[in-house]
């Protein structure tokens, strides 16, 4: 009896260390490895993640701009008609210069007669002359305060009302009677300024100049 008992002790340990092994190798993989697999994923993904690339940016043409001189008046009449044509074909525009123009000193327009005449009156009496109220056009109920034959003593003259604390004068360009006129053209397409040569030809004693463009005024 004694040596079944023995017998069955020994086998029951034999299961057990069995059981114990086979648990240990179960456990081994999930514990040691699946950390080093996540590693490697995040890994993979951060170094194979698409790179988004800058897109080009499109630079605008500087914008073009000529002057067309020496235009007899009824040449200039029909190059006008030409260039109205030739702005509706093409992103362009032009303008109609003076040769010879004076500087116009001038208190811009108020709502009435009335209200001109009041103003008039404010600044005779502190002292200001030389100037009247602008009766027609455009510029009715303005002050007229003067017309020069250039910019800086058009200058002068607004820098002595402002000293007499008259503000919100304006200097504006006005062309002499009977004096000529020329064009500038302007577009940021090189190609419509060029169709500009082929007009030209019709014109064979006036002549196209490249020029800087003006700014805008404010």
Same mark, same amino acid.
């Given at each position: ?17 069995? /059981? ?6 179960? +456990? ?47 040449? /200039? ?6 260039? &109205? ?21 001038? /208190? ?23 100037? /009247? ?18 910019? +800086? ?10 000293? &007499? ?10 062309? &002499? ?10 577009? +940021?397409?090189? +190609? ?7 007009? &030209? ?18």
């Amino acid at each position: 009896m004694k040596w079944l008992a023995l017998s069955l002790f020994v086998i029951n340990l034999a299961v057990a260390a069995g /059981f114990l092994t086979a648990r240990q190798w179960a +456990d081994a993989p999930s514990s040691q490895h699946a950390p080093l697999n996540a590693d490697r994923l995040s890994l993979r993904s951060s170094s194979n993640a698409p790179q988004l690339a800058a897109r080009p940016t499109t630079a605008q043409p500087p914008a073009l701009c000529v002057e067309w001189r020496g235009l007899e008046a009824a040449d /200039f009449i029909r190059a006008r008609e030409q260039l &109205k044509a030739m702005t509706g074909n093409h992103v362009m525009s032009f303008t109609e210069v003076p040769l010879e123009s004076r500087q116009w000193v001038i /208190f811009p327009p108020l709502p009435s007669p009335a209200a001109a005449q009041a103003k008039l009156d404010e600044l005779t009496a502190i002292g200001v002359t030389d100037m /009247f109220i602008v009766k027609s056009g455009v510029w009715a109920n303005a002050l007229s305060l003067g017309l020069y034959a250039n910019e +800086d003593l058009a200058r002068r003259r607004v820098r002595e009302l402002e000293e &007499k604390n008259v503000h919100g004068i304006r200097i504006e360009p006005q062309p &002499k009677q009977g004096t000529a006129y020329y064009f500038v053209i302007r577009s +940021d397409d090189a +190609d419509a300024l060029k169709s500009l040569n082929d007009a &030209k030809t019709a014109y064979p004693n006036s002549a196209l100049a490249r020029v800087a463009c003006r700014s805008a005024a404010p």
